[in-house]
């Protein structure tokens, strides 16, 4: 993927996170010259993987498949274990009309998608089974406070103000339908290293093409950070 793309998705969600009365808190607004020169004044940015996230899932097509999202904050796994600390984590994902997030469940996490604003955002949802493929069974969801039974395969509209939750081990893939939406998640530990399936063999993050300068950093850059 290449650089200019990833700028370029980060300046359209985010100013589609700010004309729906979402802004960001102040670290993912840094560009690379103005993050600080001290870990330790930003080591829960590290530690927790919070900022900016763009993908196109190794796919090489970032507008067919592909996601843009900010991380505001997370908790850890150890907190999670020990069942108090910070044992939560939340998103703002940016969708584009008939941009497909692939098929992928959690081995963890828990997750309550809600469509913040703009057009209606559609999700497949499918079992998964023991070996990883998709089951047959029906999906017990809970839309807002509604449970809802859908089967295997099918897709679940969420319009603006609505809400899924997804139980662990649920495979599910989405996309924008009518407008761009603007989506929160909200979930326990959120461990992108380890804890996502994907249905088909993908790429997390994207290999980068430094064709000009990062307006800002993402995710995938604080490996190369040196302290």
Same mark, same amino acid.
């Given at each position: 993927m290449k650089r200019s793309e990833i700028n370029a998705a980060i300046e359209t969600a985010a100013a589609a996170f700010s004309k729906a009365g979402w802004e960001l808190p102040p670290f993912a607004r840094w560009s690379?010259?103005?993050?600080?020169?001290? %870990?330790?004044e930003i080591s829960e940015?590290?530690? +927790? /993987?919070? $900022?900016?996230?763009?993908?196109?899932?190794?796919?090489?097509?970032?507008?067919?498949?592909?996601l843009c999202l900010v991380t505001l904050r997370n908790g850890s796994l150890e907190d999670q274990a020990n069942?108090?600390?910070?044992?939560?984590?939340?998103?703002?994902?940016?969708?584009?009309?008939?941009?497909?997030?692939?098929?992928?469940?959690? %081995?963890?996490?828990?997750?309550?998608?809600?469509? +913040? /604003?703009? $057009?209606?955002?559609?999700?497949?949802?499918?079992?998964?089974?023991?070996?990883?493929d998709l089951g047959t069974e029906d999906v017990e969801v809970v839309i807002d406070v509604g449970h809802r039974t859908v089967a295997a395969g099918d897709t679940v509209c969420l319009e603006p103000g609505e809400s899924i939750s997804l139980p662990t081990g649920v495979y599910h893939s989405f996309w924008a339908v009518g407008a761009p939406v603007v989506a929160g998640e909200v979930s326990s530990v959120n461990d992108d290293a380890a804890d996502n399936v994907f249905y088909e063999p993908l790429g997390r993050f994207p290999d980068i093409v430094e064709d000009e300068d990062p307006i800002r950093l993402i995710v995938g850059d604080y490996g190369r950070l040196s302290w």
């Open positions: 690379p010259s103005d993050w600080p020169t001290e %870990r330790s940015v590290l530690d +927790r /993987s919070l $900022g900016w996230d763009v993908t196109d899932f190794g796919n090489g097509s970032y507008r067919d498949l592909g069942g108090h600390g910070k044992i939560y984590g939340e998103k703002l994902l940016y969708v584009d009309v008939d941009q497909v997030t692939p098929l992928h469940h959690h %081995r963890r996490k828990q997750e309550d998608i809600i469509n +913040r /604003s703009g $057009g209606s955002l559609m999700l497949r949802l499918h079992p998964s089974t023991a070996d990883g």
